[in-house]
């Protein structure tokens, strides 16, 4: 069964960073894509960032590009999601989950296309002054 666990939220000033991790287990990394969705108060769930299985490939949304670096160590079966600049728009909590779904090799950002049963129970990220 497909278990993730979120972790490294906090509240962190404006400009300030964090690294989330997302510590898999019950299945091998490899094998799947991992995402990272983001969600605020009275708003839907937004993809953040993927990466994807044997390729390696990443992909961000525009929103938070040049500012997070995702990243995976197959050895720990991690994923990591370095957050730096943080804005106060950012503020929300982050879930990860995982998909055998790609689209030309490519992990996607679409919620629906992830394991439901894969979702972690999220990490909140708030920042603010």
């Known amino acids: 069964q497909l278990r993730l666990v979120e972790s490294g939220g906090g509240l962190v000033q404006p400009g300030g960073s964090l690294r989330l991790s997302c510590a898999a287990s019950g299945f091998t990394l490899d094998d799947y894509s991992i995402g990272w969705f983001r969600q605020a108060p009275g708003k839907e769930r937004d993809g953040v960032s993927c990466i994807s299985n044997a390729y390696g490939s990443t992909n961000y949304a525009i929103s938070v590009k040049g500012r997070f670096t995702i990243a995976r160590d197959n050895a720990t079966n991690t994923v990591f999601l370095q957050m730096n600049s943080l804005k106060p728009e950012d503020t929300a909590i982050y879930y990860c989950?995982?998909?055998?779904?790609?689209?030309?090799?490519?992990?996607?950002?679409?919620?629906?296309?992830?394991?439901?049963?894969?979702w972690g129970q999220g990490t909140q990220v708030t920042v603010s002054s």
């Open positions: 989950a995982a998909t055998r779904f790609t689209l030309f090799r490519r992990c996607v950002l679409f919620p629906r296309r992830y394991d439901n049963d894969s």
